[in-house]
């Protein structure tokens, strides 16, 4: 554990400090959580294939511990969206990440998986994090898989700053009686064209 | 596609001597003949051309239909065959009045492979086959609101917010797409053992408890 990381409040303990406790078994339950996380393929597009050859031997994920790719939701502790998202796909992902248990995480992979990307039209999310809450974005089209291993490193750092006395980090964002888990005005904010895409008209 | 010439297809000949008048207009673009059929002889035109034995057209590339920018010109539904044999290839269109019912007779009977491409021109164009086994959406989800999107009218980004889009695709079933009829089990039901047909009639899915 030692040769991993360091806890980095580790000088400031004492053996009579509540905080001691905490903090190590925050360190120790962060520690196997970075160091095992399952990912949840979710390929659609072109990005899947960067993914495919990130699990391959010649960037090889089970460096990071993540060689077993759970394709049971129920296993899984990070959902990995490779590609973009048509809203037929959309209560499918939503299914899926429902079904993912606690501690679990989201990756976005991709233009298109983050932002609608070249497809701002009408059978497309704009967006993942209209549909599920997104901790890490990959950019790219489609990202390389030392773009993709980048930002799973991201994830690692982020999971290793995470508290498990802290239960807002775990609680479930549901879709709600409105149908969405986002308000409305928001998943039209998060929608919005942007780039090229804002000299497209609306009406045709 | 036959190599590029001003040539008629000698079918486009063979056709006016058959249907007379019903064949409205023959053209050639880039080497391909296109023989304009009026919408009550269309399917009279089709059965004719794959079972004449001088055609036997037996092959349906697509079905497709085109809406022009122009609104004053009316929606085309494309009919593209093929005769394997004969190594000829033979484009039919209707042309349909935009502001008149969209209905074509089906050529489901005549080809099986159109069931499909038929139902993709009715969920893009919105054009009614008379006499489809099953016309519904096929790349849109079946509860899907928001019009035809391959017309010209239709937005590039859809008639509702984003919102409300997120909203309709969430509350969308993913598994109501897939009826037991659609399932290949559906036609060997009633091969199946007595206990697997008792789980599939009460609904449920999946391998055994």
Excluded at chain 1, 16 to 31: E, G, K, M
């Amino acid at each position: 554990m030692g040769l991993i990381a360091t806890p980095p409040d580790a000088t400031v303990v004492s053996s009579t400090s509540p905080n001691w406790v905490t903090t190590r078994l925050d360190f120790l339950a962060n520690w196997a959580r970075t160091s095992s996380l399952w990912p949840m393929p979710f390929g659609t597009a072109c990005c899947a294939i960067e993914f495919m050859a990130s699990a391959g031997s010649r960037f090889d994920l089970s460096r990071f511990g993540m060689e077993r790719m759970s394709f049971s939701p129920r296993q899984a502790d990070v959902l990995i969206c490779a590609g973009r998202l048509p809203f037929k796909l959309a209560p499918v992902i939503r299914r899926i990440w429902d079904q993912m248990p606690q501690p679990k995480w989201a990756i976005s992979m991709g233009a298109c998986a983050s932002s609608g990307g070249i497809f701002d039209n009408y059978s497309m999310v704009q967006g993942i994090d209209t549909i599920i809450p997104v901790d890490v974005y990959v950019p790219g089209c489609p990202p390389r898989p030392e773009g993709l291993m980048y930002g799973i490193l991201l994830l690692m750092k982020k999971i290793r700053g995470e508290t498990f006395t802290d239960d807002r980090l775990r609680v479930e964002k549901l879709v709600g009686p409105d149908g969405l888990y986002l308000p409305p005005e928001r998943v039209d904010e998060l929608s919005e064209p942007f780039g090229n895409s804002v000299s497209q008209t609306r009406s045709s | 596609m036959s190599a590029p010439t001003a040539a008629q297809s000698p079918s486009a000949q063979a056709l006016r001597d058959a249907f007379g008048a019903a064949i409205e207009r023959v053209e050639v673009s880039c080497g391909d003949t296109i023989v304009y059929v009026s919408r009550e002889r269309i399917h009279d035109v089709l059965a004719w051309l794959k079972e004449t034995p001088t055609q036997d057209f037996d092959y349906l590339t697509d079905v497709t239909a085109v809406d022009y920018r122009d609104a004053e010109r009316p929606l085309e539904v494309v009919w593209q065959l093929r005769s394997l044999a004969r190594k000829a290839d033979l484009r039919v269109k209707v042309r349909l009045d935009k502001d008149g019912p969209l209905d074509v007779p089906t050529c489901w009977d005549l080809w099986r492979g159109a069931n499909w491409l038929e139902r993709e021109v009715f969920d893009m164009f919105g054009v009614n086959f008379a006499g489809h086994p099953d016309m519904r959406r096929i790349l849109m989800w079946e509860t899907y609101q928001e019009g035809f999107p391959l017309r010209k009218d239709f937005p590039l980004r859809g008639h509702f917010s984003r919102a409300e889009q997120t909203r309709q695709a969430l509350a969308v079933n993913p598994e109501a797409h897939y009826s037991l009829e659609e399932l290949a089990t559906a036609d060997a039901y009633r091969n199946l053992p007595q206990d697997m047909r008792e789980r599939l009639r009460r609904g449920e899915r999946g391998g055994p408890e």
